[in-house]
């Protein structure tokens, strides 16, 4: 309840709710979840998708307003022209923006730390302005400079200086892990929320199958590179398993990497999104890891909470906030094929560690149940 004795009035801002992506699950999780056992009263403000449907469900207390500013022409645009779009795609954005929050008058602005952070402060619209930070630093807002030309490294250099201004004014910025947390040395309003538990599963994996599966967008970021390498040696030592990839995004260049690493294709494939991931996880026997960088890795906590043991690349940051190494799964060195392999020989070949790591990740992963999770929400959002 807000100070007046009223429901608690949210407005959350984020591009879109019609792709199924980690971030439009959490969301839809906490929104969803306030809506229908704390009676906030919920609007979730979106800039794209306008006329498609959303992926995860909400509930049909909450209201949804599309601004639609499509921002995703960006994607077709060259630099410098993008610059120019941009910056009038942000004008029209900040104008809209600005007139629903004076209309609406929410208690609190909840950002997903998108465009509208170069402005949101700005809008004097009575709301505690929140930001909602789900990856980790060193990937936020970044440009990739390396071998960029002046104008980009002139251009991303003033728009990270001015991040953290507006980063400190907010009134909180929420991160998942406590090493995300120190790494925000400059300010003094961050807070640590981990994301919620995505699933309650009917039963838990038997551990009987003998299979390795992943769960994963293919994408750099992701390492399923990483994994086939890894993969490559583990078959040839553990010869009666078998490794599945589910998920979202261009397979061809994977697909090639198994012809060239001549990986057992009936032992190894690569599929799709899966619409029944709950049952992938309880059909299986081991969960693998091998991002880059996460900033939480959600489907660690799904599959721990299927009864999977985990191995996982200890990545920034979100792997070790989960994951208790040695106790209910194992965390290997960022990057290395080699003890990727070794890791994950070392769980198909016992029977025993596998069973008594994934039984302690049942139990471990609880802390992060979705009660949990939203009541620490609440206690945020309510002191503010």
């Given at each position: 309840?807000?100070?007046?004795?009223?429901?608690?009035?949210?407005?959350?801002?984020?591009?879109?709710?019609?792709?199924?992506?980690?971030?439009?699950?959490?969301?839809?999780?906490?929104?969803?979840?306030?809506?229908?056992?704390?009676?906030?009263?919920?609007?979730?403000?979106?800039?794209?998708?306008?006329?498609?449907?959303?992926?995860?469900?909400?509930?049909?207390?909450?209201?949804?307003?599309?601004?639609?500013?499509?921002?995703?022409?960006?994607?077709?645009?060259?630099?410098?022209?993008?610059?120019?779009?941009?910056?009038?795609?942000?004008?029209?954005?900040?104008?809209?923006?600005?007139?629903?929050?004076?209309?609406?008058?929410?208690?609190?602005?909840?950002?997903?730390?998108?465009?509208?952070?170069?402005?949101?402060?700005?809008?004097?619209?009575?709301?505690?302005?929140?930001?909602?930070?789900?990856?980790?630093?060193?990937?936020?807002?970044?440009?990739?400079?390396?071998?960029?030309?002046?104008?980009?490294?002139?251009?991303?250099?003033?728009?990270?200086?001015?991040?953290?201004?507006?980063?400190?004014?907010?009134?909180?910025?929420?991160?998942?892990?406590?090493?995300?947390r120190e790494a925000w040395t400059e300010l003094?309003?961050?807070?640590?929320?981990?994301?919620?538990?995505?699933?309650?599963?009917?039963?838990?994996?038997?551990?009987?199958?003998?299979?390795?599966?992943?769960?994963?967008r293919y994408s750099h970021e992701k390492g399923?590179?990483?994994?086939?390498?890894?993969?490559?040696?583990?078959?040839?030592?553990?010869?009666?398993?078998?490794?599945?990839?589910?998920?979202?995004?261009?397979?061809?260049?994977?697909?090639?990497?198994?012809?060239?690493?001549?990986?057992?294709?009936?032992?190894?494939?690569?599929?799709?999104?899966?619409?029944?991931?709950?049952?992938?996880?309880?059909?299986?026997?081991?969960?693998?890891?091998?991002?880059?960088?996460?900033?939480?890795?959600?489907?660690?906590?799904?599959?721990?909470?299927?009864?999977?043991?985990?191995?996982?690349?200890?990545?920034?940051?979100?792997?070790?906030?989960?994951?208790?190494?040695?106790?209910?799964?194992?965390?290997?060195?960022?990057?290395?094929?080699?003890?990727?392999?070794?890791?994950?020989?070392?769980?198909?070949?016992?029977?025993?560690?596998?069973?008594?790591?994934?039984?302690?990740?049942?139990?471990?992963?609880?802390?992060?149940?979705?009660?949990?999770?939203?009541?620490?929400?609440?206690?945020?959002?309510?002191?503010?």
């Amino acid at each position: 309840m807000s100070r007046t004795g009223k429901p608690l009035k949210i407005v959350y801002l984020t591009p879109a709710l019609y792709m199924a992506g980690g971030v439009e699950r959490v969301l839809t999780l906490k929104a969803n979840y306030f809506a229908e056992h704390f009676g906030y009263d919920i609007t979730v403000i979106l800039t794209e998708g306008k006329g498609k449907p959303l992926f995860y469900p909400l509930s049909d207390k909450i209201k949804v307003i599309n601004l639609d500013i499509n921002f995703e022409e960006l994607w077709t645009c060259s630099f410098v022209k993008k610059i120019f779009v941009y910056l009038k795609k942000q004008r029209r954005y900040k104008k809209l923006l600005t007139e629903e929050l004076m209309r609406l008058r929410s208690d609190i602005t909840v950002s997903l730390l998108r465009r509208e952070i170069n402005f949101i402060n700005g809008i004097q619209d009575g709301s505690r302005k929140i930001g909602e930070l789900h990856i980790n630093r060193a990937n936020y807002r970044n440009f990739n400079t390396e071998h960029a030309g002046l104008a980009k490294r002139l251009f991303a250099k003033a728009w990270s200086g001015s991040l953290l201004g507006h980063l400190g004014k907010l009134d909180r910025l929420v991160v998942l892990t406590e090493k995300d947390r120190e790494a925000w040395t400059e300010l003094n309003n961050v807070e640590v929320i981990p994301d919620p538990l995505s699933l309650t599963p009917v039963s838990i994996s038997p551990l009987e199958s003998k299979r390795v599966v992943a769960i994963a967008r293919y994408s750099h970021e992701k390492g399923i590179d990483l994994l086939l390498q890894a993969w490559a040696k583990a078959e040839k030592t553990v010869s009666d398993w078998r490794l599945d990839v589910f998920g979202d995004g261009d397979r061809l260049a994977y697909e090639r990497m198994i012809e060239e690493l001549m990986i057992d294709r009936s032992r190894c494939q690569l599929h799709g999104r899966t619409n029944d991931v709950e049952r992938e996880y309880v059909n299986s026997s081991l969960f693998v890891l091998s991002s880059r960088f996460e900033g939480f890795g959600m489907v660690i906590t799904e599959a721990m909470a299927c009864g999977l043991p985990v191995v996982a690349f200890d990545c920034p940051w979100g792997p070790r906030a989960i994951i208790a190494d040695g106790e209910d799964g194992l965390l290997v060195e960022n990057g290395c094929v080699e003890a990727l392999t070794d890791a994950l020989v070392r769980l198909m070949d016992n029977e025993n560690l596998r069973r008594s790591m994934a039984e302690a990740g049942v139990k471990n992963v609880q802390r992060f149940s979705l009660d949990s999770i939203a009541g620490r929400w609440k206690s945020l959002l309510e002191s503010l």
